[in-house]
């Protein structure tokens, strides 16, 4: 079984459209994570939940929006899209406890044309 | 703030060579220290860590050691595989109530040939 899951895999689409990419972890973990990779493959902290509750928003445009049903899920929600949030989306998951070891899913390639 | 330096790549090596990546940090308190690797296509994976001064992360032959002195974690392995070809990141995490906040490396891309 996969530990963190997130579909769709790849996704190409206009830009000024709206999509979602979504996350499932089967770990019980506490809090999950989404992170952006660009082009470069710097990787950069978007959002925290912690038991459903944002923790963390960096400084990303409202156009991204997380949504958390139960803490075993945590959906990317991004309107109007441009060219610039073309990158690879990575979703994490990590325990309560203090060891540190975040746990990725295998990414989803957006493309915005 | 906190940050993490690493050289840039891509690296190339040869099958049995030995390598070194280095990593340098800046933070506030003391930091735990990862080394995570993204292999292609996937998604990154812990590789190793250290959670204070003069500790030593090992696994799959890898090793970095903790270098408060110098803000150093450098990155290891004595004689390297063509499997190893991946991303390496180097991270540090600080502890809040917003749980594991890492903060990554530029990561340095390494390629062995055979």
């Known amino acids: 079984d996969t530990a963190v899951s997130q579909t769709p895999k790849y996704l190409v689409t206009q830009m000024g459209n709206d999509k979602s990419i979504k996350c499932e972890q089967n770990?019980?973990?506490?809090?999950m994570y989404w992170y952006k990779q660009d082009s470069k493959k710097f990787l950069k902290i978007m959002f925290s939940y912690n038991n459903k509750e944002l923790i963390i928003n960096e400084t990303v445009p409202n156009r991204f929006s997380p949504k958390s049903p139960d803490k075993a899920h945590l959906n990317l929600h991004i309107n109007s899209l441009e060219l610039g949030d073309s990158a690879v989306y990575f979703c994490a998951s990590s325990s309560g406890t203090n060891t540190g070891e975040l746990f990725f899913g295998e990414g989803s390639r957006l493309t915005v044309l | 703030g906190n940050s993490v330096t690493q050289m840039e790549g891509p690296v190339t090596l040869s099958e049995e060579a030995f390598l070194t990546i280095n990593c340098t940090y800046t933070a506030t308190g003391y930091p735990s220290l990862f080394w995570y690797v993204q292999y292609p296509g996937e998604g990154l994976q812990l590789l190793l860590k250290?959670?204070?001064?003069?500790d030593k992360g090992s696994n799959k032959g890898f090793e970095a050691t903790y270098r408060k002195e110098t803000t150093s974690f450098h990155l290891e392995k004595g004689s390297v595989q063509v499997s190893d070809s991946a991303v390496y990141f180097c991270?540090?995490?600080?502890?809040?109530?917003?749980?594991?906040?890492?903060?990554f490396g530029g990561g340095t891309r390494l390629m062995v040939k055979p």
């Open positions: 250290a959670t204070k001064a003069d």
């Open positions: 770990l019980g973990h506490d809090t």
């Open positions: 991270a540090l995490r600080t502890f809040n109530n917003a749980g594991n906040m890492l903060t």
